[in-house]
């Protein structure tokens, strides 16, 4: 999500503790979390990594479990000490917690392939190259929370998720040629979910809306829309409407400019024959 070291951490202790409360509650409930889950609407993958402190719990989920399991508010009170880890900034914990309630999240990347698309490959060749270098253990931490939170394509099944991804951030041919073959293999696996939509940004485009950079924008349960942009080791969160409307207008000329899902997967499809 940024390019800080803390932008996918390890659980921290408030993690911890909420999830171990959590646990408590769902037990003295008599529920397994299999029995559990659908109660709250959530998967069971989802309850385990709350309960392992490794998912920043959304704040309906909390809601829904302080309901079901008649948790005196024990629940809502521990979950605004809740954060993913000491020193990250709040901006990007607020981003977090919304990303996972979100029912749009629009995505426009001219760097990288965003996260929720990359194969373990992938990552593990951006976190290798990491400057200042990650240390082993820090870059297993990275891979899990990254395969962590690219469950929400999966779990989130009525969420609309939209990518547009420059073409040449495809044919860069991060990590060799296999790694490659295998990205666009699971791209095109990815997007043949219906709630799923890639589209690419040819290379023969010399202009286009997003040359300020990558946005990001999503749409809360409650209608509310948020942004997010990234710099080196820093990152915005943004709640203004009338930048909110600016990136709205940038990401609806963007997805004019881009090719169709179709024909971005015929392009990926070749690409991909090539190599």
Not at 46 to 68: F, N
Not at 236 to 262: C, G, N, W
């Given at each position: 999500?940024?390019?800080?070291?803390?932008?996918?951490?390890?659980?921290?202790?408030?993690?911890?503790?909420?999830g171990l409360?959590?646990?408590?509650?769902?037990?003295?409930?008599?529920?397994?979390?299999?029995?559990?889950?659908?109660?709250?609407?959530?998967?069971?993958?989802?309850?385990?990594?709350?309960?392992?402190?490794?998912?920043?719990?959304?704040?309906?989920?909390?809601?829904?479990?302080?309901?079901?399991?008649?948790a005196f508010?024990?629940?809502?009170?521990?979950?605004?000490?809740?954060?993913?880890?000491?020193?990250?900034?709040?901006?990007?914990?607020?981003?977090?917690?919304?990303?996972?309630?979100?029912?749009?999240?629009?995505?426009?990347?001219?760097?990288?392939?965003?996260?929720?698309?990359?194969?373990?490959?992938?990552?593990?060749?951006?976190?290798?190259?990491?400057?200042?270098?990650?240390?082993?253990?820090?870059?297993?931490?990275?891979?899990?929370?990254?395969?962590?939170?690219?469950?929400?394509?999966?779990?989130?099944?009525?969420?609309?998720?939209?990518?547009?991804?420059?073409?040449?951030?495809?044919?860069?041919?991060?990590?060799?040629?296999?790694?490659?073959?295998?990205?666009?293999?699971?791209?095109?696996?990815?997007?043949?979910?219906?709630?799923?939509?890639?589209?690419?940004?040819?290379?023969?485009?010399?202009v286009h809306?997003?040359?300020?950079?990558?946005?990001?924008?999503?749409?809360?349960?409650?209608?509310?829309?948020?942004?997010?942009?990234?710099?080196?080791?820093?990152?915005?969160?943004?709640?203004?409407?009338?930048?909110?409307?600016?990136?709205?207008?940038?990401?609806?000329?963007?997805?004019?400019?881009?090719?169709?899902?179709?024909?971005?997967?015929?392009?990926?499809?070749?690409?991909?024959?090539?190599?």
């Open positions: 999500m940024t390019n800080s070291t803390t932008n996918e951490p390890e659980p921290s202790d408030s993690l911890k503790t909420f409360v959590h646990k408590a509650f769902r037990k003295r409930a008599g529920l397994t979390q299999e029995e559990f889950a659908p109660l709250v609407r959530y998967q069971p993958s989802t309850v385990a990594s709350i309960e392992q402190g490794r998912r920043l719990p959304p704040r309906v989920y909390v809601e829904r479990a302080e309901e079901v399991l008649d508010g024990v629940l809502r009170a521990a979950a605004k000490y809740a954060t993913r880890q000491p020193g990250l900034a709040s901006w990007f914990r607020k981003w977090a917690d919304l990303e996972e309630q979100a029912i749009s999240l629009y995505t426009f990347e001219n760097r990288l392939v965003p996260g929720l698309l990359q194969t373990e490959e992938y990552s593990r060749t951006l976190f290798n190259e990491r400057v200042p270098v990650l240390t082993d253990s820090q870059i297993e931490a990275q891979l899990a929370a990254r395969a962590e939170r690219q469950r929400l394509l999966a779990e989130r099944p009525n969420t609309v998720f939209n990518f547009i991804v420059e073409e040449h951030v495809i044919r860069r041919g991060t990590g060799g040629t296999q790694v490659t073959r295998e990205l666009i293999d699971h791209i095109l696996t990815v997007t043949e979910l219906r709630n799923v939509e890639l589209q690419l940004m040819p290379m023969a485009r010399s809306a997003g040359l300020d950079g990558p946005i990001r924008l999503l749409e809360t349960p409650e209608n509310e829309w948020f942004g997010y942009c990234e710099g080196q080791r820093n990152g915005q969160f943004i709640a203004d409407p009338e930048t909110i409307s600016v990136l709205h207008m940038r990401y609806a000329k963007l997805r004019s400019q881009a090719l169709t899902p179709d024909d971005s997967r015929s392009l990926m499809e070749r690409t991909r024959g090539a190599l």
